[in-house]
């Protein structure tokens, strides 16, 4: 049964506007949890990551929402830009098992020009 | 320069025959991972270790084996006994504590 989810296969956005990407997770020993970008037959490169104890990471145009009691994060992109065009993946881990990364199944973003 | 190697980028192998994958990285991290990717899912934990010496199961290391001889290397063979081995394998590393982990550019296994 997978521990964390991304309901949302796709989405589809303007340049320009933003762009959300949801994820939600069941395991509450999740104490830390991350978003990975990746490109066709590439590896995911690391995008930005929150520890439980905030409920609000912000980097550049990124920004990641944790609401631990909803069990849900999300990734919000302002303002989306067509190189934002990629699969993002969500990961969430635990200190007490710390190293193990549990990954969301992915939603690929259009950013339509 | 820093990072995570994966070789090779594409392989081909018959049924039947076992094959091994390579990861190597020089950023010094304790931590490594293979994952396998397959359309419309997520990433799945086939092993990781933690230290040299040490790897544990992950979710779906049935048919697959590896070896942590040394901190850099962290190599996973795929065997005839695993089913379905078509697959996109990554390998990551990561330093201690519950940090990002580092991708390589992978390795796209068929299997004909």
């Known amino acids: 049964d997978q521990q964390v989810k991304q309901n949302s296969p796709s989405l589809s956005v303007q340049e320009g506007r933003i762009s959300i990407l949801n994820c939600d997770y069941t395991?509450?020993?999740?104490?830390?949890f991350l978003w990975y970008k990746k490109y066709p037959a590439e590896g995911p490169t690391f995008l930005i990551s929150?520890?439980?104890?905030?409920d609000k990471n912000e980097d550049g145009r990124f920004t990641v929402f944790l609401n631990k009691s909803a069990k849900h994060l999300s990734l919000h992109i302002v303002p989306s830009q067509p190189g934002d065009s990629a699969v993002y993946f969500c990961a969430a881990s635990s200190l007490y098992n710390f190293n193990k990364f549990y990954f969301g199944s992915g939603t690929k973003l259009n950013v339509k020009p | 320069d820093g990072g995570i190697t994966q070789s090779p980028k594409y392989l081909f192998r018959k049924e039947g025959q076992n094959v091994t994958l390579s990861c190597e990285q020089n950023l010094n991290h304790d931590a490594m991972y293979w994952y396998r990717q397959d359309p419309g899912q997520g990433l799945r934990l086939i092993y990781y270790?933690?230290?040299?010496?040490?790897?544990q199961k992950g979710d779906i290391a049935e048919g697959y084996s590896v070896s942590r001889e040394k901190k850099e290397s962290f190599p996973l063979t795929v065997t005839s006994a695993q089913k379905n081995p078509t697959a996109f394998y990554l390998c990551?590393?990561?330093?201690?504590?519950?940090?990002?982990?580092?991708f390589g550019q992978g390795t796209r296994l068929t299997v004909v």
């Open positions: 990551a590393s990561g330093g201690t504590g519950a940090t990002e982990a580092f």
């Open positions: 929150i520890s439980s104890i905030k």
């Open positions: 395991n509450s020993m999740f104490d830390y």
């Open positions: 270790s933690q230290i040299v010496n040490d790897f």
